[in-house]
């Protein structure tokens, strides 16, 4: 149940931002955290039993490009939520487009690098950084 929520919350943040205002100028962090959470969805063996935490959009220094961090947990046999792992992922839209989305690259870490709590990407996603 929780995770048929977490879907239908993506899939109203994103109704939302069709409302906002048009223009590669305005942000489009809404449309990068569905595609991202889409696609963590995609490798899931049943979607409705992800669960997402903490998910946030960040600027890296390129307007065309956003880094979706968050971790997410699945619903085991049982229904218990599993362990929460940590994501990142990359998404870029078509340039002076609003927000088409051309890639989304989930991003690898090296062993234990999100345990390391001054590493450069834990700061970057989760410590609020901002990269842009």
Partial sequence: MSGALAV?????VAAAASLAPRGPE????AEARAAAQ????DRA??????????VEVRRNGNDDERWVCGSFAARDEEG?????????VTVARVPDTEADIRDVRVNRFRRDDFLDRNSAHF???FAGD???
């Fill in 8 to 12: 239908l919350g993506a899939a109203l």
């Fill in 80 to 88: 218990s939520l599993g362990p929460f792992r940590d994501f990142w």
């Fill in 123 to 125: 700061r970057a996603c």
């Fill in 130 to 132: 901002d990269m842009g």
């Fill in 38 to 41: 889409r696609r963590i969805l």
């Fill in 45 to 54: 063996p049943d979607k409705d039993d992800v669960e997402f935490a903490d």
């Fill in 26 to 29: 305005r942000d489009w962090g």
